[in-house]
């Protein structure tokens, strides 16, 4: 039986493993391995980023770990002032050298959780929030990050997401965490397998790509759109 939401690691907990796990996160040609597709989404974000919004001023990474799609998003622009949010001291002091090297910009970084962090309201051109959303808890939690995340967007700002998500169905779920599985398997045994599962099962609560792509809608989001899925990872956009 997976946890209960109230059993779930706190975010000081997962602050912690982050902070020991910063190299594994570093790697901008693969991604973050355990993630199936990881150098296909880091590419397809930041080409979506550039084709919907050629001249951001401003641009936010949620949950920015070692600052791998925000790199690769300045791959695109070379005048764009960011700032990185993330629990995570050393994450956040790697991903500040590496993408201070990469823009000509304003580089700020917040050790803070993204839902209390002091952010403004219309400031944000582009949002990229990547592997970080599945640690959200409750529906109505998802719905006051999503409103957040809806109001700092700048009008005719775009917010980028990658993620695991779940399936509303149990067959379908059940078939494609098995799918899932069986990538980690391939990847690193049944050993590396168990391992991501268990700090699955310890850390995320995951949501339905519908569920999140409605949620989008309803806190204002005027076009929402699917850019990839795969069993139990999927990459989408919204357009405020």
Not at 166 to 193: C, K, S
């Amino acid at each position: 039986m997976p946890r209960a939401l109230q059993e779930k690691s706190t975010p000081e907990q997962i602050r912690a493993r982050f902070d020991v796990d910063v190299e594994r996160f570093s790697n901008l040609e693969t991604g973050q391995s355990a993630t199936v597709d990881a150098p296909l989404v880091l590419e397809l974000l930041a080409q979506t980023a550039l084709a919907i919004m050629p001249k951001p001023k401003r641009f936010l990474d949620v949950g920015c770990g070692a600052g791998n799609n925000t790199l690769k998003i300045l791959q695109g622009y070379s005048h764009i002032a960011c700032d990185l949010i993330d629990l995570s001291v050393p994450m956040l002091e790697w991903a500040r050298e590496r993408v201070s090297q990469a823009t000509d910009a304003g580089v700020r970084t917040f050790e803070e959780d993204f839902r209390t962090a002091p952010l403004e309201d219309n400031a944000y051109d582009l949002i990229v929030a990547a592997a970080v959303l599945h640690h959200l808890r409750d529906e109505a939690d998802w719905e006051a990050a999503f409103a957040k995340l809806y109001r700092i967007t700048a009008p005719g700002g775009a917010l980028l997401v990658s993620d695991l998500v779940t399936h509303a169905n149990p067959a379908v779920h059940a078939l494609m965490w098995a799918r899932y599985g069986q990538y980690l398997t391939n990847l690193g045994g049944e050993a590396y397998r168990e391992k991501v599962f268990d700090y699955i099962d310890l850390e995320d609560s995951p949501r339905p790509l519908g569920f999140q792509m409605e949620l989008l809608r309803r806190v204002g989001y005027r076009e929402v759109e699917v850019l990839h899925k795969n069993s139990v990872f999927a990459a989408f956009y919204a357009l405020k």
